[in-house]
């Protein structure tokens, strides 16, 4: 990791920009770090088809975020993630959280982007169903667009080989587990240990350099709420 590096991007998935260590704990990303062996996994045809196609950059750090992070104490000054904390079980979103404050220097910035339990209620109660944000799956009624759109399970089964279903399984990574909205999220965070916590626009960021990171389609129209915190500076600091 180049010392001059202090942000974060966590569950970055295929947006890697260079100024941020970018982390992601997925299948793709892991077998990113070993492209003769993704071939011939790909040969085997042991992914399913909707995963064989996709390529995750080289530069990626593979690490399940389940764990503390390998970091310092104090050694970021910002961490970013988007669409990670609702993967997550509560508690082990909470434990993410207090990593995140440990990993960041006094006054350090906290920003998470998730889907927005609101919306998809208040979508839900007003009857909509012309609109399907996640995958191709048509939504025939409001109750469809909301299991859509919640993601606890997928219409269908896990498809692909024996062993990609029993690591699917096993990981259980790609459904939902746990919903926020704005109040919910900030309350969390703000347990968390940090400060200034509130919810902000889309780009409205004390990160320099957000754009690069954070994508409208995670956001805009429902999509997603912004939240975020600051690592409060130590009283001696003034």
Not at 48 to 54: L, Q
Not at 73 to 99: C, G, P, V, W
Not at 227 to 237: H, I, L, P
Request: charged letters at 25%.
């Amino acid at each position: 990791m180049p010392p001059s590096i202090k942000k974060l991007h966590l569950g970055c998935g295929h947006i890697t920009p260079e100024g941020w260590i970018n982390v992601d704990g997925s299948w793709n990303a892991r077998l990113s770090q070993y492209p003769v062996l993704r071939r011939v996994i790909q040969g085997l045809r042991l992914l399913p088809p909707d995963h064989s196609g996709k390529r995750y950059a080289p530069n990626i750090v593979s690490f399940d975020l389940k764990k503390p992070l390998p970091y310092p104490d104090n050694s970021m000054s910002a961490i970013f993630a988007s669409h990670l904390m609702e993967h997550l079980y509560q508690t082990e979103a909470q434990r993410l959280l207090k990593e995140c404050y440990r990993v960041l220097e006094p006054g350090g910035v906290l920003r998470l982007v998730l889907p927005d339990l609101r919306s998809v209620v208040e979508d839900y109660l007003a009857g909509k169903t012309d609109d399907a944000p996640y995958g191709e799956h048509r939504a025939e009624t409001p109750a469809d667009l909301l299991n859509i759109r919640l993601m606890y399970r997928a219409p269908q089964a896990p498809s692909g080989s024996a062993p990609y279903r029993v690591y699917t399984a096993l990981k259980d990574f790609h459904s939902h587990k746990w919903m926020y909205d704005a109040q919910s999220l900030v309350h969390h965070v703000t347990v968390a240990g940090f400060v200034e916590v509130e919810q902000r626009p889309f780009l409205d960021s004390r990160i320099e350099g957000i754009e690069q990171v954070e994508k409208p389609e995670r956001v805009l129209n429902g999509r997603g709420i912004c939240v975020e915190g600051v690592k409060g500076r130590m009283k001696d600091e003034g």
